[in-house]
Structure formats: C-alpha cells, structure tokens
C-alpha cells in the first residue's frame, strides 16, 4: 500500500533533548511538508521541501531542523532551542509542489517534560 | 501574509438539520481547500476548489467557493453523528512554492 508513514505515534522526551521525527513516504511524491498542530488551533509549516536536497523554511522554523537526503524521507529534528515543544506533528507529501491534493501522515504527538 | 479565519469555532447541531460553516481568507487566491480531522487522528482531504464559483459535493457536505468575496463555505446537510469531526478550510499561496495556510478549524458536534 501507497502512503505516508510516522513513527512513533508518541514521543517523550526531557526538555533539553533535542528528537528527531521520522517521515518516510512511498508515494514517489516529490514535495513534503512538515505542519505542527496545537490543541484547538489549525496546522502550521515548519519546513517544506520541493526536490531532494533542498529544503525551505516555513512559517515557525525557529528550533527545527531537517534534511531531505533521499527523496522517499523528510526526518524533522526538535531541537533544545525550540521553546515549546510538546504538540502533534504532522508529515504530508504531493506528487509535485504544484499539485493540489495533499497527503497526511498519522502523525507524531510530541510530549516534552 | 496570508490569512484564514473559519467561524463557527464550534458547532453542535442536531442530526437532520442543516448548518453551514464559512471560510473567509485574505488573498485573491483561486486554491482553498477543506479537510476533516477526527480525534488524535490526521487530516482527510474532502474538496479542492480551484475557480471562482466552483462547488463540489460528496455525500452531505457541499463546498463552494467565491473568490470575488474571498469566501468559501461548507454546507451541511441533514447532519449525523458520523460527521462529528474538526473541519478545517485552508488557502493556497498562488506562488511557486504552493505553501498552504491553514484556518483554526471548525469542531462540529452532531447530536442524536
């Protein structure tokens, strides 16, 4: 089966470590996404990517960090510089960063304490 | 910088009736999207709306876009309990890179 994939479904960690979020897709798509999702609130991008090894800041980079070394994965680290970490993360893909129909992953809930 | 506001935040209706749920963004962009989210879950692409005066319909919802008003909206129709989710409306950058900009969501809750 085609799709995205996340991994863990939880994650827990002490303040102060920086995690690293995994994000693999076999969909042959070439843009991912990173969004965070806070509770009650909508999605906003961290990180995009349009092609393998290019990658592009979003709205709340400050604190992420990514790579995209092969086109199937888009891991995002959480590092101890981001302030407020603990949300639900999520991962999507498109066929190309111009096409409309964005795929989500199951995502990530991210507790730090 | 783009901006979507979605009201109501919340919506409890009863089953049977009909609600709509607006979607007002702040571009001239012809791309808006709605997507559902259930509980702890991730999100479903529901519609795509490419061109002013576009309407799509699957099962009881019903989306339409005007992008003269810059307003898109979801039409409910003889709700049930299945359609309880958060329903989310987001704008597409018309630019190279197609970022998407997603509203707060919508918590709709039908009650039997």
Known sequence: ?113 | ELKVEQNPLFLSMQEGKNYTIYCNYSTTSDRLYWYRQDPGKSLESLFVLLSNGAVKQEGRLMASLDTKARLSTLHITAAVHDLSATYFCAEGDSGGYQKVTFGTGTKLQVIP
């Open chain 1, 1 to 113: 089966d085609g799709g995205i994939t996340q991994s863990p479904k939880y994650l827990f960690r002490k303040e102060g470590q920086n995690v690293t979020l995994s994000c693999e897709q076999n969909l042959n798509h070439d843009a991912m996404y990173w969004y965070r999702q806070d509770p009650g609130q909508g999605l906003r991008l961290i990180y995009y990517s349009q092609i393998v090894n290019d990658f592009q800041k979003g709205d709340i980079a400050e604190g992420y960090s990514v790579s995209r070394e092969k086109k199937e994965s888009f891991p995002l680290t959480v590092t101890s510089a981001q302030k407020n970490p603990t949300a639900f993360y999520l991962c999507a893909s498109k066929d190309t960063p111009w096409t409309h129909e964005q795929y989500f992953g199951p995502g990530t809930r991210l507790t730090v304490t």
